[in-house]
């Protein structure tokens, strides 16, 4: 029996792995990756190396086997056909007879666009008969925090949420959470609504800002059409930045407030505070 991570050298995947290797043998871990060299430190570890890749169907032909446990992360190629990405890693999970094939997908109350790609792959999911587990993770602190330099530089904080709030969370909380399903029993055909344990708006996230760096940074909440023309000036992709302007529009309606209570209770502690990642970002 082997637990199989795609995407596994992925900012979410090497959370994944690193957190799986805490709690079985490296041998039982197999680590799915595009570009072998990226996994070299996974592979000095005993953690077995597979190379393939969602656009080719052929290279997923021979990584599963009965029994497996296998964490789909969902792709980042937004412009290749996420679902028919997925569906790949699907069929041959079938065809091996997996025992659980969990995938990261968002909340199911998210209306925006970018949940759109999740329903399918959850909808082929399901029809595949396979045993599941649907790991709706909500929207990660890092989003925000990994990316503080123009808050930073020019005292202002912009998105298009309004007052909008937010239940996020660390990557290494979303990672702790597909470790436990993997590891642990009776997770099949399941679906947890994963989320941070307080929502937050973005008016504190600038005043916290504000508090850890004594610099005076304000919220500019600006409407989704001004956002998007931000992200596209920064370099995104325009169907890219539409799509992210678009959570903003579901984050000022609450479809990223989670109540669940499932991050918490699968990782057996309480979920990473917006805080606490600004002060790591900061330190970094």
Known sequence: MS???TGATGHLGRHVVEQLLEKVPAEQVTAVVRTPEK???????????????????E???????????????????????RPAQHQVVIDAAKAAGVALLAYTSAPGSLTAALADDHRATEKALLASGLPYSLLR???????YTENLAPALEYGAVVQAAGDGRISSASRADYAAAAVAVLT??????TTYELGGDEPWGFAEYAAELSRQ????????????EAY?????????????????????????????????????RLTGRPATPIAESIAVALKG
Do not use: C, Q, R
């Not at 993770?137 to 989003?143: H, K, T, V």
């Not at 642990?184 to 055909?189: A, F, L, M, P, S």
């Open 59 to 81: 290279t997923f032909g021979t990584i599963f086997a009965a029994g497996d446990k296998v964490l789909l992360i969902s792709g980042n190629e937004f412009d290749k056909g």
């Open 39 to 57: 996994a070299a430190d996974f592979a000095e570890k005993g953690v077995k190396i597979a190379v393939a890749d969602y656009n080719s169907p």
């Open 184 to 189: 642990g029993e009776g997770h099949e055909n």
């Open 228 to 264: 998007t023309g931000i992200l596209a000036g920064a370099g995104l992709p325009e169907p890219l930045a539409a799509i992210l302007a678009g959570v903003d529009a579901s984050i000022e309606k609450g479809e990223l407030v989670v109540t669940s209570g499932d991050l918490s």
């Open 213 to 224: 760096t004594g610099k005076e940074i304000a919220y500019n909440a600006v409407s989704v």
């Open 137 to 143: 993770n909500g929207w990660y602190n890092e989003n």
């Open 3 to 5: 637990i199989v991570v």
